[in-house]
Protein backbone atom coordinates (compact mmCIF):
# COMPACT_ATOMS: atom_id res chain seq x y z
CA UNK A 1 0.00 0.00 0.00
CA UNK A 2 1.49 3.52 -1.19
CA UNK A 3 1.22 5.95 1.26
CA UNK A 4 2.51 9.54 0.95
CA UNK A 5 3.29 11.89 3.47
CA UNK A 6 3.80 15.51 2.93
CA UNK A 7 5.91 17.36 5.56
CA UNK A 8 7.57 20.99 5.51
CA UNK A 9 10.55 19.42 6.28
CA UNK A 10 11.51 15.98 5.97
CA UNK A 11 13.43 16.12 9.11
CA UNK A 12 9.89 16.99 11.17
CA UNK A 13 9.20 12.60 10.71
CA UNK A 14 11.49 12.03 13.44
CA UNK A 15 8.76 13.71 15.24
CA UNK A 16 6.41 10.82 14.05
CA UNK A 17 8.41 7.84 14.26
CA UNK A 18 6.15 6.07 16.22
CA UNK A 19 3.27 6.60 14.90
CA UNK A 20 5.31 5.85 11.20
CA UNK A 21 6.95 3.05 12.43
CA UNK A 22 3.21 1.83 13.55
CA UNK A 23 1.98 2.30 9.80
CA UNK A 24 5.39 0.79 8.42
CA UNK A 25 5.22 -2.40 10.29
CA UNK A 26 1.42 -3.07 8.96
CA UNK A 27 2.97 -3.01 5.26
CA UNK A 28 2.90 0.65 4.17
CA UNK A 29 5.61 2.05 1.51
CA UNK A 30 5.79 5.42 2.88
CA UNK A 31 7.29 7.98 0.65
CA UNK A 32 8.10 11.65 2.07
CA UNK A 33 7.34 15.14 -0.40
CA UNK A 34 7.44 18.78 0.62
CA UNK A 35 4.01 20.82 -1.00
CA UNK A 36 6.19 23.01 -2.94
CA UNK A 37 8.29 19.87 -4.00
CA UNK A 38 8.19 19.91 -8.17
CA UNK A 39 8.27 16.05 -8.83
CA UNK A 40 5.16 15.76 -6.07
CA UNK A 41 2.04 14.05 -8.45
CA UNK A 42 -1.00 12.58 -7.23
CA UNK A 43 -1.42 11.17 -10.66
CA UNK A 44 0.91 9.42 -13.10
CA UNK A 45 -0.92 8.51 -16.58
CA UNK A 46 -4.70 8.92 -15.40
CA UNK A 47 -4.11 6.61 -12.57
CA UNK A 48 -3.16 7.20 -8.97
CA UNK A 49 0.53 7.28 -8.14
CA UNK A 50 -1.06 6.56 -4.14
CA UNK A 51 -3.35 4.73 -2.28
CA UNK A 52 -3.32 7.29 0.63
CA UNK A 53 -2.02 10.72 1.77
CA UNK A 54 -1.03 12.22 4.88
CA UNK A 55 -1.20 15.81 4.72
CA UNK A 56 0.94 17.29 8.16
CA UNK A 57 0.42 20.72 9.33
CA UNK A 58 2.67 22.94 7.08
CA UNK A 59 3.50 27.32 7.38
CA UNK A 60 2.85 27.37 3.77
CA UNK A 61 -0.64 29.61 2.90
CA UNK A 62 -0.71 27.05 0.53
CA UNK A 63 -0.07 23.22 -0.76
CA UNK A 64 0.87 23.85 -3.99
CA UNK A 65 -0.28 23.16 -7.70
CA UNK A 66 -0.37 19.71 -6.89
CA UNK A 67 -2.37 19.97 -4.17
CA UNK A 68 -5.15 21.94 -5.31
CA UNK A 69 -8.75 21.28 -3.77
CA UNK A 70 -9.96 20.12 -7.33
CA UNK A 71 -6.93 17.54 -7.48
CA UNK A 72 -7.76 15.99 -3.75
CA UNK A 73 -11.16 16.06 -4.75
CA UNK A 74 -10.14 13.89 -7.59
CA UNK A 75 -8.08 11.54 -6.06
CA UNK A 76 -10.86 10.35 -3.27
CA UNK A 77 -12.88 10.21 -6.75
CA UNK A 78 -10.72 8.07 -7.38
CA UNK A 79 -10.83 6.25 -4.60
CA UNK A 80 -7.55 7.52 -2.49
CA UNK A 81 -7.53 8.19 1.19
CA UNK A 82 -6.35 11.29 3.18
CA UNK A 83 -5.47 12.14 6.58
CA UNK A 84 -5.39 15.67 7.40
CA UNK A 85 -4.04 16.91 10.74
CA UNK A 86 -4.01 20.71 11.88
CA UNK A 87 -1.83 22.35 14.56
CA UNK A 88 -3.27 25.52 16.66
CA UNK A 89 0.16 26.80 15.86
CA UNK A 90 -0.13 27.06 12.60
CA UNK A 91 -2.51 28.76 9.62
CA UNK A 92 -4.24 25.98 8.04
CA UNK A 93 -3.45 26.04 4.46
CA UNK A 94 -6.39 28.34 2.34
CA UNK A 95 -6.63 25.24 -0.15
CA UNK A 96 -7.53 22.95 2.58
CA UNK A 97 -9.58 25.31 4.06
CA UNK A 98 -11.22 25.17 0.64
CA UNK A 99 -11.28 21.43 0.13
CA UNK A 100 -13.14 20.87 4.01
CA UNK A 101 -15.26 23.35 2.80
CA UNK A 102 -16.26 21.48 0.41
CA UNK A 103 -16.95 18.53 2.95
CA UNK A 104 -19.76 20.41 4.98
CA UNK A 105 -16.55 21.25 7.36
CA UNK A 106 -16.10 24.62 8.83
CA UNK A 107 -12.77 25.58 10.59
CA UNK A 108 -12.55 29.04 12.41
CA UNK A 109 -12.74 32.31 10.04
CA UNK A 110 -8.77 33.17 10.86
CA UNK A 111 -7.62 29.88 10.06
CA UNK A 112 -6.33 29.60 13.70
CA UNK A 113 -8.09 28.73 16.54
CA UNK A 114 -7.51 26.73 19.71
CA UNK A 115 -9.39 24.49 21.96
CA UNK A 116 -8.72 24.92 25.80
CA UNK A 117 -10.61 23.54 28.27
CA UNK A 118 -10.60 25.00 32.23
CA UNK A 119 -11.68 21.59 34.08
CA UNK A 120 -10.66 18.81 31.79
CA UNK A 121 -6.51 19.64 31.07
CA UNK A 122 -3.65 18.33 31.91
CA UNK A 123 -1.95 19.60 34.85
CA UNK A 124 1.44 18.70 34.39
CA UNK A 125 1.86 20.33 31.11
CA UNK A 126 -1.01 22.69 30.57
CA UNK A 127 -1.21 24.64 34.39
CA UNK A 128 -1.33 28.03 33.09
CA UNK A 129 -2.86 27.75 29.14
CA UNK A 130 -5.39 24.94 29.78
CA UNK A 131 -4.70 23.63 26.01
CA UNK A 132 -3.79 20.29 26.54
CA UNK A 133 -7.39 18.17 26.77
CA UNK A 134 -7.50 15.23 28.70
CA UNK A 135 -9.88 13.20 27.78
CA UNK A 136 -11.70 9.70 28.05
CA UNK A 137 -11.48 7.67 25.28
CA UNK A 138 -14.90 7.81 22.86
CA UNK A 139 -16.69 5.10 23.48
CA UNK A 140 -17.22 2.24 21.35
CA UNK A 141 -18.40 3.32 17.33
CA UNK A 142 -19.96 -0.48 17.15
CA UNK A 143 -20.56 -2.01 19.84
CA UNK A 144 -20.35 -5.37 18.36
CA UNK A 145 -16.44 -4.71 17.27
CA UNK A 146 -14.18 -4.07 19.86
CA UNK A 147 -11.43 -2.64 18.16
CA UNK A 148 -13.45 0.36 16.59
CA UNK A 149 -11.61 3.69 18.42
CA UNK A 150 -12.67 3.84 21.95
CA UNK A 151 -13.29 0.28 22.35
CA UNK A 152 -10.97 -1.95 24.40
CA UNK A 153 -9.37 1.16 26.37
CA UNK A 154 -8.21 0.37 30.19
CA UNK A 155 -9.82 2.46 32.71
CA UNK A 156 -6.53 4.46 33.51
CA UNK A 157 -5.80 5.16 30.37
CA UNK A 158 -7.00 8.92 29.09
CA UNK A 159 -6.66 10.56 25.90
CA UNK A 160 -4.45 13.86 25.14
CA UNK A 161 -5.50 16.11 22.94
CA UNK A 162 -2.91 19.09 23.15
CA UNK A 163 -3.17 22.09 21.50
CA UNK A 164 -5.92 21.34 18.98
CA UNK A 165 -8.24 23.26 16.38
CA UNK A 166 -11.54 22.26 16.62
CA UNK A 167 -14.11 22.05 13.13
CA UNK A 168 -17.81 22.55 13.04
CA UNK A 169 -19.65 19.85 11.27
CA UNK A 170 -22.51 20.65 8.75
CA UNK A 171 -25.44 18.53 8.56
CA UNK A 172 -24.26 15.86 5.67
CA UNK A 173 -25.33 12.43 6.12
CA UNK A 174 -21.48 11.58 4.98
CA UNK A 175 -19.45 12.97 8.27
CA UNK A 176 -19.51 11.37 11.58
CA UNK A 177 -17.77 12.69 14.58
CA UNK A 178 -15.32 10.15 16.22
CA UNK A 179 -14.43 12.66 19.31
CA UNK A 180 -16.34 15.66 20.35
CA UNK A 181 -14.55 17.75 23.18
CA UNK A 182 -16.21 18.08 25.97
CA UNK A 183 -19.41 20.61 27.44
CA UNK A 184 -16.69 23.17 29.29
CA UNK A 185 -14.44 23.64 26.08
CA UNK A 186 -14.38 26.27 23.71
CA UNK A 187 -12.08 27.86 21.04
CA UNK A 188 -10.76 30.92 20.31
CA UNK A 189 -7.90 32.90 18.50
CA UNK A 190 -5.07 32.53 20.41
CA UNK A 191 -3.49 35.49 19.52
CA UNK A 192 -6.43 38.08 20.32
CA UNK A 193 -4.78 39.97 23.45
CA UNK A 194 -8.35 40.20 25.74
CA UNK A 195 -8.99 38.10 28.89
CA UNK A 196 -12.00 37.01 28.00
CA UNK A 197 -13.13 35.58 24.67
CA UNK A 198 -16.07 37.18 23.42
CA UNK A 199 -16.47 35.89 19.90
CA UNK A 200 -16.28 32.44 20.16
CA UNK A 201 -15.84 30.06 17.43
CA UNK A 202 -17.79 27.08 18.30
CA UNK A 203 -18.20 26.02 22.17
CA UNK A 204 -19.09 22.11 23.91
CA UNK A 205 -20.11 19.33 21.59
CA UNK A 206 -19.97 21.63 18.60
CA UNK A 207 -16.41 21.37 18.38
CA UNK A 208 -15.45 17.75 16.39
CA UNK A 209 -11.94 17.66 17.31
CA UNK A 210 -10.99 14.55 15.12
CA UNK A 211 -14.27 13.82 12.52
CA UNK A 212 -14.35 11.22 9.49
CA UNK A 213 -15.92 12.07 6.35
CA UNK A 214 -16.80 8.64 3.75
CA UNK A 215 -17.95 9.57 0.36
CA UNK A 216 -20.78 7.24 -1.65
CA UNK A 217 -17.42 5.17 -3.06
CA UNK A 218 -16.47 4.54 0.19
CA UNK A 219 -13.39 6.78 0.05
CA UNK A 220 -12.26 8.25 3.28
CA UNK A 221 -11.48 11.56 4.53
CA UNK A 222 -10.42 12.09 8.61
CA UNK A 223 -9.88 14.85 9.87
CA UNK A 224 -7.53 15.25 13.42
CA UNK A 225 -7.62 18.35 15.10
CA UNK A 226 -3.91 17.83 16.83
CA UNK A 227 -1.20 16.45 14.65
CA UNK A 228 0.54 17.00 18.27
CA UNK A 229 -1.35 13.71 19.63
CA UNK A 230 0.53 11.44 17.03
CA UNK A 231 4.35 12.60 17.74
CA UNK A 232 6.06 10.44 19.94
CA UNK A 233 6.52 12.58 23.45
CA UNK A 234 1.97 12.05 23.75
CA UNK A 235 2.54 8.07 22.82
CA UNK A 236 4.31 7.24 26.40
CA UNK A 237 3.34 9.81 28.13
CA UNK A 238 1.07 9.99 31.58
CA UNK A 239 -1.16 12.89 32.46
CA UNK A 240 -3.27 13.89 35.20
CA UNK A 241 -6.30 16.25 35.54
CA UNK A 242 -6.12 19.21 37.98
CA UNK A 243 -9.20 17.72 40.02
CA UNK A 244 -6.71 15.34 42.14
CA UNK A 245 -7.18 12.29 40.27
CA UNK A 246 -3.75 9.95 39.56
CA UNK A 247 -1.85 9.77 36.74
CA UNK A 248 -3.26 8.02 33.51
CA UNK A 249 -1.48 6.40 30.67
CA UNK A 250 -2.05 8.02 27.42
CA UNK A 251 -4.54 6.47 25.06
CA UNK A 252 -2.82 8.15 22.02
CA UNK A 253 -1.10 5.66 20.45
CA UNK A 254 -4.04 3.00 20.16
CA UNK A 255 -6.18 5.72 19.02
CA UNK A 256 -3.49 6.66 16.10
CA UNK A 257 -3.30 3.05 14.87
CA UNK A 258 -7.49 2.89 14.92
CA UNK A 259 -8.15 6.26 13.32
CA UNK A 260 -5.38 5.69 10.50
CA UNK A 261 -6.77 1.75 10.08
CA UNK A 262 -9.97 3.22 9.22
CA UNK A 263 -8.84 6.07 7.03
CA UNK A 264 -6.54 3.61 5.06
CA UNK A 265 -9.09 0.70 4.31
CA UNK A 266 -7.51 -1.52 7.53
CA UNK A 267 -11.04 -1.74 8.81
CA UNK A 268 -14.52 -1.38 8.28
CA UNK A 269 -14.45 -2.46 4.82
CA UNK A 270 -17.07 -4.67 3.68
CA UNK A 271 -16.96 -7.46 0.74
CA UNK A 272 -20.13 -9.08 -1.16
CA UNK A 273 -18.63 -12.54 -2.13
CA UNK A 274 -21.80 -13.56 -4.18
CA UNK A 275 -25.35 -12.94 -5.09
CA UNK A 276 -28.05 -15.45 -5.70
CA UNK A 277 -31.71 -15.17 -6.29
CA UNK A 278 -33.76 -18.32 -7.57
CA UNK A 279 -37.79 -19.88 -7.64
CA UNK A 280 -38.38 -20.75 -4.26
CA UNK A 281 -41.30 -22.94 -5.25
CA UNK A 282 -41.92 -26.97 -5.39
CA UNK A 283 -40.98 -28.33 -8.34
CA UNK A 284 -38.81 -25.23 -9.52
CA UNK A 285 -35.62 -25.93 -11.64
CA UNK A 286 -33.71 -23.88 -9.10
CA UNK A 287 -32.40 -21.78 -11.94
CA UNK A 288 -29.50 -19.09 -10.19
CA UNK A 289 -30.26 -15.93 -11.34
CA UNK A 290 -32.53 -15.93 -13.66
CA UNK A 291 -33.45 -12.83 -15.90
CA UNK A 292 -37.07 -13.15 -15.90
CA UNK A 293 -39.90 -13.89 -13.24
CA UNK A 294 -43.91 -14.28 -13.40
CA UNK A 295 -46.17 -12.37 -11.48
CA UNK A 296 -46.79 -13.96 -7.87
CA UNK A 297 -43.68 -15.97 -7.98
CA UNK A 298 -42.14 -17.45 -4.57
CA UNK A 299 -38.72 -15.94 -4.73
CA UNK A 300 -35.66 -16.57 -2.14
CA UNK A 301 -32.33 -13.94 -2.54
CA UNK A 302 -29.57 -14.75 -0.69
CA UNK A 303 -26.37 -12.26 -0.35
CA UNK A 304 -22.78 -13.59 0.94
CA UNK A 305 -20.52 -10.32 2.74
CA UNK A 306 -17.49 -10.13 4.80
CA UNK A 307 -15.75 -7.35 6.65
CA UNK A 308 -11.72 -6.80 6.90
CA UNK A 309 -10.43 -6.72 10.13
CA UNK A 310 -6.52 -5.31 9.95
CA UNK A 311 -5.05 -8.94 8.48
CA UNK A 312 -8.27 -10.85 8.28
CA UNK A 313 -12.10 -11.04 6.52
CA UNK A 314 -14.41 -12.23 8.87
CA UNK A 315 -18.10 -12.58 8.59
CA UNK A 316 -20.06 -9.65 8.26
CA UNK A 317 -22.90 -8.75 11.24
CA UNK A 318 -25.24 -6.25 11.89
CA UNK A 319 -26.87 -5.69 14.87
CA UNK A 320 -30.32 -7.14 15.38
CA UNK A 321 -32.18 -3.45 15.45
CA UNK A 322 -30.29 -2.16 12.34
CA UNK A 323 -31.10 -5.13 9.96
CA UNK A 324 -29.57 -5.46 6.19
CA UNK A 325 -32.82 -4.79 3.61
CA UNK A 326 -32.98 -5.72 0.89
CA UNK A 327 -35.53 -3.49 -1.74
CA UNK A 328 -37.57 -4.93 -4.48
CA UNK A 329 -38.19 -2.14 -6.43
CA UNK A 330 -39.39 -0.62 -9.94
CA UNK A 331 -39.69 3.45 -9.52
CA UNK A 332 -39.95 2.86 -5.67
CA UNK A 333 -39.79 -0.33 -3.56
CA UNK A 334 -42.76 -3.05 -3.96
CA UNK A 335 -41.00 -4.76 -1.18
CA UNK A 336 -38.77 -4.01 1.82
CA UNK A 337 -37.72 -6.50 3.38
CA UNK A 338 -34.64 -7.46 6.67
CA UNK A 339 -32.33 -9.87 5.67
CA UNK A 340 -31.88 -12.70 8.26
CA UNK A 341 -28.39 -14.77 8.87
CA UNK A 342 -28.89 -18.23 6.88
CA UNK A 343 -27.52 -21.12 8.67
CA UNK A 344 -28.85 -23.04 5.81
CA UNK A 345 -26.49 -21.95 3.38
CA UNK A 346 -23.11 -23.88 3.51
CA UNK A 347 -21.39 -20.37 1.68
CA UNK A 348 -19.32 -22.76 -0.44
CA UNK A 349 -17.20 -23.69 2.38
CA UNK A 350 -16.26 -20.36 3.34
CA UNK A 351 -16.04 -19.74 7.08
CA UNK A 352 -14.83 -16.09 6.46
CA UNK A 353 -18.58 -14.53 5.59
CA UNK A 354 -22.28 -14.26 6.86
CA UNK A 355 -24.83 -15.27 4.15
CA UNK A 356 -28.36 -13.60 4.69
CA UNK A 357 -31.03 -14.22 2.92
CA UNK A 358 -35.16 -13.50 2.32
CA UNK A 359 -38.17 -15.14 0.74
CA UNK A 360 -41.08 -13.53 -0.72
CA UNK A 361 -43.63 -13.25 -2.99
CA UNK A 362 -43.26 -11.27 -6.90
CA UNK A 363 -45.76 -8.92 -6.59
CA UNK A 364 -49.04 -8.78 -8.86
CA UNK A 365 -47.14 -6.34 -11.22
CA UNK A 366 -45.03 -6.81 -14.19
CA UNK A 367 -42.49 -4.91 -15.78
CA UNK A 368 -38.60 -3.97 -14.97
CA UNK A 369 -37.58 -4.80 -11.33
CA UNK A 370 -34.25 -4.11 -9.03
CA UNK A 371 -32.99 -6.45 -6.44
CA UNK A 372 -31.61 -3.75 -4.19
CA UNK A 373 -29.18 -3.70 -1.40
CA UNK A 374 -28.28 -0.05 0.26
CA UNK A 375 -27.18 -0.54 3.25
CA UNK A 376 -24.48 3.00 4.38
CA UNK A 377 -23.49 2.79 7.75
CA UNK A 378 -20.85 4.89 9.64
CA UNK A 379 -17.73 3.94 9.56
CA UNK A 380 -18.57 1.05 7.23
CA UNK A 381 -17.48 1.20 3.79
CA UNK A 382 -20.92 1.34 1.56
CA UNK A 383 -22.63 -1.51 -0.12
CA UNK A 384 -24.67 -1.05 -3.21
CA UNK A 385 -25.85 -3.77 -5.37
CA UNK A 386 -28.30 -4.15 -7.52
CA UNK A 387 -29.47 -6.86 -9.79
CA UNK A 388 -32.09 -6.30 -12.62
CA UNK A 389 -34.82 -8.46 -14.16
CA UNK A 390 -37.97 -9.05 -15.94
CA UNK A 391 -41.26 -9.72 -14.37
CA UNK A 392 -43.69 -10.86 -16.99
CA UNK A 393 -47.58 -11.61 -16.89
CA UNK A 394 -48.91 -15.14 -16.47
CA UNK A 395 -49.14 -16.85 -19.56
CA UNK A 396 -52.46 -18.18 -21.28
CA UNK A 397 -52.06 -21.66 -19.71
CA UNK A 398 -50.54 -20.50 -16.57
CA UNK A 399 -53.50 -19.20 -15.50
CA UNK A 400 -55.57 -21.95 -12.61
CA UNK A 401 -58.70 -23.02 -13.74
CA UNK A 402 -61.82 -21.92 -12.93
CA UNK A 403 -63.61 -24.79 -11.58
CA UNK A 404 -60.26 -24.37 -8.85
CA UNK A 405 -62.04 -21.16 -7.79
CA UNK A 406 -64.36 -21.41 -5.42
CA UNK A 407 -65.73 -18.08 -6.01
CA UNK A 408 -66.17 -18.68 -9.97
CA UNK A 409 -68.07 -21.75 -8.66
CA UNK A 410 -72.10 -19.50 -8.34
CA UNK A 411 -70.91 -18.01 -12.07
CA UNK A 412 -70.27 -21.95 -13.09
CA UNK A 413 -73.75 -23.12 -12.10
CA UNK A 414 -75.63 -19.99 -13.61
CA UNK A 415 -74.07 -21.13 -17.20
CA UNK A 416 -74.86 -24.76 -16.34
CA UNK A 417 -78.30 -23.72 -15.93
CA UNK A 418 -78.86 -21.54 -18.63
CA UNK A 419 -77.34 -24.24 -21.05
CA UNK A 420 -79.12 -26.99 -19.65
CA UNK A 421 -82.63 -24.77 -20.11
CA UNK A 422 -81.66 -23.69 -23.60
CA UNK A 423 -81.12 -27.29 -24.42
CA UNK A 424 -84.38 -28.43 -22.20
CA UNK A 425 -85.92 -25.73 -24.26
CA UNK A 426 -85.12 -26.53 -27.56
CA UNK A 427 -85.90 -30.53 -27.19
CA UNK A 428 -89.39 -29.53 -26.14
CA UNK A 429 -89.74 -27.26 -29.05
CA UNK A 430 -88.68 -29.85 -31.58
CA UNK A 431 -90.63 -32.86 -30.11
CA UNK A 432 -93.83 -30.96 -29.37
CA UNK A 433 -96.34 -31.98 -31.97
CA UNK A 434 -98.27 -28.78 -33.71
CA UNK A 435 -102.38 -28.21 -32.38
CA UNK A 436 -104.36 -28.93 -35.53
CA UNK A 437 -107.72 -27.19 -36.97
CA UNK A 438 -111.05 -28.50 -36.18
CA UNK A 439 -112.21 -28.91 -39.61
CA UNK A 440 -108.89 -30.50 -40.54
CA UNK A 441 -106.43 -29.00 -43.42
CA UNK A 442 -108.00 -26.53 -46.06
CA UNK A 443 -106.16 -26.87 -49.15
CA UNK A 444 -105.85 -23.92 -51.78
CA UNK A 445 -105.37 -23.74 -55.53
Same mark, same amino acid.
Given at each position: ?67 ? +?????? /? ?12 ? *? @? ?5 ? @? ?22 ? %???? &? ?12 ? &? ?7 ? %?????? $? ?6 ? +? ?6 ? *? #?????? =? ?11 ? +?????? @????? /? ?12 ? #? ?18 ? %? ?27 ? %? ?14 ? $? ?8 ? +? ?12 ? &? ?6 ? !?? !? ?6 ? $?????EFSMLSPFHRLALKPD ?14 ? !? ?11 ? /? ?5 ? =? ?10 ? &? ?5 ? $? ?11 ? =? ?7 ? @? ?26
Open positions: MRLLAILDDVADKENYSKFLGDLESRGFQISFENPKSESLALFHLGERSYDHVILFPTKAKGLGPNLT +PNILVD /FMNANGNILVTLSS *G @VAVPSSL @VSLLSELDIQLPTDRTGLVVDHFN %FDAA &SAADKHDVLVLAPP &SPIRPDVKD %FFGAGA $DKNEALAF +PRGVGAAL *G #ASELLT =PILRAPRTAYSYN +PKEQTE @VADDL /FAAGEQLALVSAFQ #ARNSARLTLVGSAEMLQDKW %FDAEVSQADGKKAAKTFNREFAKRVSGWT %FNEIGVVRVNWIEHHL $DEAGATNESN +PTIYRIKNDVKYTI &SLSEYAWT !TW !TPFTTPAT $DALQLNNSNNNGASDAAVYS !TTFKLPDQHGIFN /FKINHKR =PFLSNVEEKNTV &SVRHMAH $DEWPRSFVITGAW =PWIAGVGVT @VAGWVGFCALWMYSAPVGGKGGVKKTQ
